[in-house]
């Protein structure tokens, strides 16, 4: 069984293309569950949540507003209704406590395809209470302006918490503005 990373960790991907183009970038033998990883402070990714499934972390998140989350639709697309899902705000430990959301409304993109490479895999959630936003340990991720596109070749930061299977959902950000999110890939950390 797989033992869930506690540290919040960032990820700088070195990427030919966001468009999900081979990467030429050496990965480093996987020796344990962080990979070409660093830990993040406090306050460094105060829009990250943990999304928790019947009290364990499941998934990545990021708040977008005073109720509401953005994550990956494979990440709830099979919550049952014995499941209770929450998020955990303002840590980068998940043994800090931080603050804890009920997820009251679940939003998938109606156009998403698990079959089809997970086409249009976001989700929105609506929680309650609201996030206790104070932009030091626990603020909204800033959104692109529409029509707004990431340049071939940028590098882009993808916010985890140090396991590949647990980071779904999570952020893809460049020049700290959410640009997509976290879906699938090709095994642990292995370039296709």
């Known amino acids: 069984m797989l033992r869930w990373t506690s ?3 960032l990820a700088a991907v070195a990427a030919n293309r966001v468009t999900g183009a081979p990467t030429t970038q050496a990965v480093s033998p996987l020796n ?4 070409n990883g660093e830990p ?3 306050g460094e990714f105060t829009s ?5 499934k019947n009290g364990a972390h499941w998934c990545g998140a990021s708040i977008i507003g005073d109720y509401w989350a953005i994550t990956a639709a494979h990440c709830v697309d099979s919550v049952g209704s014995y499941d209770v899902l929450e998020v955990r705000a303002g840590v980068t430990n ?12 679940i939003t998938v993109h109606p156009q998403y395809d698990p079959s089809d490479s997970w086409v249009n895999d976001i989700a929105l ?5 609201a996030f206790p936003i104070d932009g030091v340990t626990v603020a909204p991720v800033q959104l692109p302006a529409q029509g707004e596109e990431v340049p071939d070749g940028a590098n882009v930061t993808v916010i985890g918490w140090g396991n590949l299977w647990g980071d779904s959902g999570g952020p893809v950000l460049h020049g700290g503005v959410l640009q997509g999110l976290t879906s699938w890939g090709y095994e642990c950390a292995t370039p296709p």
Request: avoid cysteine; aromatic fraction near 0%.
């Open 32 to 35: 344990g569950r962080i990979v």
């Open 94 to 105: 998940l043994k800090e406590e931080g603050s804890l959301h009920a997820v009251d409304v």
């Open 48 to 52: 990250q949540l943990s999304l928790q």
């Open 125 to 129: 959630l609506k929680v309650s209470p």
């Open 7 to 9: 540290l919040l960790l």
């Open 40 to 42: 993040a402070e406090r």
